[in-house]
């Protein structure tokens, strides 16, 4: 059974409209999500997360928001530029200093075209 | 300024053929871990260390061998190569982001093919 699940495999965007990625979640013990992106031939890398605390966190044209109660998070990047273009990967873990223990899911694959 | 580094790139094997992915950090992490990415898949814990000395199993750990005799190095063995291990390996290491979260710094990756 797959706890995070990214059910668009790929998504197509036009070059500075919004970008937006979804993940679900089913393990309600889950309290910390974390974004990472990956370019081909390189490992991923961190983007943006957020605690169970909150539901909304920002950083410069990237924001994460968090439905605690459908268990769902999405990833907005706004305006999304074709350097955007990506596999993006959600991430959950129960706890913060857990966060090395992550589960991931499938990944979406972002084309931001010029 | 090296971060996570891997090697080798590449390798291929024949079934039944073992050998040992290298990861070594530079960033004094404590927690290391090792992940492999399958087609359309994604990223799956293989095993991992929270220090030297201290290894346990991820979600995926069979027909794999770690060991963690610095902090610097968490080297992943393949004991007996099988195609059903063809796979991209990523090494990762643990530390605190800006934002005050823990974060997985991930290697360049191992790409290994078994025929």
């Known amino acids: 059974d797959q706890q995070v699940k990214q059910n668009s495999p790929s998504l197509s965007v036009q070059e500075g409209r919004i970008s937006i990625l979804n993940c679900d979640y089913t393990?309600?013990?889950?309290?910390?999500f974390l974004w990472y992106k990956k370019y081909p031939a390189e490992g991923p890398t961190f983007l943006i997360s957020?605690?169970?605390?909150?539901d909304k966190n920002e950083d410069g044209r990237f924001t994460v928001f968090l439905n605690k109660s459908a268990k769902h998070l999405s990833l907005h990047i706004v305006p999304s530029q074709p350097g955007d273009s990506a596999v993006y990967f959600c991430?959950?873990?129960?706890?913060?200093?857990?966060?090395?223990?992550?589960?991931f899911g499938d990944g979406t694959t972002l084309t931001v075209k010029p | 300024n090296a971060g996570v580094t891997q090697t080798p790139k590449f390798q291929v094997l024949k079934t039944g053929q073992s050998m040992t992915l290298q990861c070594a950090q530079d960033?004094?992490?404590?927690?290391m871990s090792w992940y492999r990415q399958d087609p359309g898949m994604g990223l799956r814990l293989i095993h991992y260390?929270?220090?030297?000395?201290?290894?346990d199993q991820g979600e995926v750990p069979n027909g794999y061998n770690v060991s963690r005799s610095t902090t610097e190095d968490f080297p992943l063995r393949l004991l007996s190569a099988a195609p059903s291990q063809t796979s991209v390996y990523f090494c990762?290491?643990?530390?605190?982001?800006?934002?005050?979260?823990?974060?997985?710094?991930f290697g360049a990756g191992s790409r290994l093919t078994v025929l």
């Open positions: 990762a290491s643990r530390g605190t982001g800006s934002s005050g979260a823990n974060v997985l710094t």
């Open positions: 260390s929270v220090g030297a000395g201290i290894t």
């Open positions: 960033m004094n992490h404590e927690y």
């Open positions: 957020i605690s169970s605390i909150k």
């Open positions: 393990n309600s013990m889950f309290d910390y």
């Open positions: 991430a959950a873990s129960p706890h913060n200093t857990n966060a090395g223990k992550s589960t």
